[in-house]
């Protein structure tokens, strides 16, 4: 059974940082692309970051060049988001997700597993 679970969301100040984890299983960790997605309220879900196999080729929506980093650990199974600089317009609840293969990382159509999500709330 795939399962893919989020932790690290938390309330902060505008300003700071925060590291979200996920925590893959049931699957083949290391051959998947693997993204972080965002949903804030009344708002479309939309692509923050995403890796993918191979060389590790990253991918970053505008919004967050240079604030976020995306890493993986293929021995842990686990996906990291590295946010700094944080923002009120950041708040959002935060979902990782599986791909097979993707051709357009940042979109979620090719993404087949998802979790439960980490909320982030940044405070001004």
């Known amino acids: 059974q795939v399962q893919l679970v989020e932790s690290g969301g938390a309330s902060v100040q505008a300003g700071e940082s925060l590291r979200l984890s996920c925590a893959a299983s049931g699957y083949a960790y290391n051959t998947f692309c693997m993204g972080w997605f965002r949903q804030a309220p009344g708002k479309e879900r939309e692509g923050v970051a995403a890796?993918?196999?191979?060389?590790?080729?990253?991918y970053y929506a505008d919004s967050v060049k240079g604030r976020f980093t995306i890493a993986r650990d293929n021995a842990k199974n686990t996906l990291y988001l590295q946010m700094s600089s944080l923002q009120p317009e950041d708040s959002a609840m935060y979902y990782c997700?599986?791909?097979?293969?993707?051709?357009?990382?940042?979109?979620?159509?090719?993404?087949?597993?998802w979790g439960q999500g980490a909320q982030v709330t940044v405070s001004s």
């Open positions: 997700a599986a791909a097979r293969f993707s051709t357009t990382p940042l979109r979620d159509r090719d993404y087949i597993y």
């Open positions: 890796i993918v196999t191979g060389v590790g080729t990253t």
